[in-house]
């Protein structure tokens, strides 16, 4: 009662090739992730954040508590916004709309977005956030934090640590993060936005 649950994938782990390949998937969520859940569920243990849902635990806790909640919750979020791999893939409606409000055009965002993530020193996450008046922003953020923890509400995100990219681009990370477009399930993110 009370312990968290390593995700299930809303994919096979292979429907996200070429962009994210199978052994990636396998190492990022079957162990990178099942191994921040894991170590969640033992610091919990006696803890008064026991029974907390994610969000408030990454908002309350510090040190390692906070590191693997933040890993889980931003992960969780990253693999449920991924869908097979399609070109010319973009945002519609609403979102659509803010995007071209708050950064000119969709092809603007995607350039300040990715640039975000390639300039990231080193290990973390670029997000795409609302703030509480619905204003879109980039942010970069270290480790294992995320935009909650600034007062914003997350919609896209991409994961900067090498291991969410290292097989499969080795040391090419602003060519993963370009690849990235092709898988995006915009639906999620307009879901979220709303």
């Known amino acids: 009662m009370g312990k968290f649950e390593l995700m299930a994938l809303p994919y096979a782990l292979d429907a996200l090739e070429p962009v994210i390949s199978k052994q990636t998937l396998e190492f990022h969520h079957g162990k990178h992730l099942a191994g921040y859940v894991n170590n969640l569920n033992g610091l919990l243990e006696g803890s008064p954040l026991a029974g907390l849902p994610l969000e408030e635990i990454v908002l309350k806790a510090d040190g390692g508590m906070l590191n693997n909640a933040g890993q889980i919750l931003n992960h969780n979020l990253y693999f449920e916004q991924y869908r097979a791999p399609k070109t010319d893939n973009a945002p519609t409606g609403k979102l659509a709309d803010a995007i071209a ?60 640590w090498e291991h969410a990219y ?14 990235l477009w092709q898988i995006i399930d915009w639906q999620v993110i307009e879901n979220r936005f709303e």
């Open 101 to 160: 409000r708050d950064f000119g055009s969709f092809e603007a965002f995607k350039e300040a977005f990715q640039k975000a993530g390639a300039t990231l020193f080193g290990s973390g996450w670029v997000w795409l956030s609302a703030d509480k008046d619905g204003k879109l922003v980039i942010t970069q953020e270290t480790n294992a934090a995320n935009p909650i923890q600034k007062g914003l509400k997350p919609l896209l995100t991409f994961d900067v």
């Open 166 to 179: 290292y097989l499969d681009y080795q040391n090419r990370r602003p060519d993963h993060l370009a690849s």
